[in-house]
């Protein structure tokens, strides 16, 4: 059975730091591109950052810069480290995976998703 479930998420300050981590489970990890996606209220799922096993990454223009994905081949996880959190970043955010190599943006090209964590930036 296909798993990916994040933690880390929470409230916190503006300007402050949390640490999101996806745990994977059921698939060959190497083959898969993972990505971080986030949903506020009232609005689209949309592209946060994405890893491949080569660890080519990507980043949306909004957190580049505060942002930083790492991926663990050997145990399965990737990682998102968010700095400088603003009130905006304030969302749903969920881990999902993508057979193949390449970074992906859309939502709709990714296969398998995790449940999602809350992340709160107070101001």
């Known amino acids: 059975e296909v798993q990916l479930v994040e933690s880390g998420g929470g409230l916190v300050q503006a300007g402050g730091s949390l640490r999101l981590s996806c745990a994977t489970s059921g698939f060959f990890f190497d083959d898969y591109a993972i990505g971080w996606f986030r949903q506020a209220p009232g609005k689209e799922r949309e592209f946060v950052a994405a890893s491949t096993w080569s660890d080519n990454t990507s980043y949306a223009d909004s957190v580049k810069g505060r942002f930083t994905i790492s991926r663990d081949n050997a145990k399965n996880t990737v990682d998102l480290q968010m700095n400088s959190l603003k009130p905006e970043d304030t969302a749903v955010y969920y881990c999902?995976?993508?057979?193949?190599?390449?970074?992906?943006?859309?939502?709709?090209?990714?296969?398998?998703w995790g449940q999602g964590t809350q992340v709160t930036v107070s101001s």
């Open positions: 999902a995976a993508t057979l193949g190599k390449t970074i992906l943006i859309l939502p709709t090209a990714y296969n398998y």
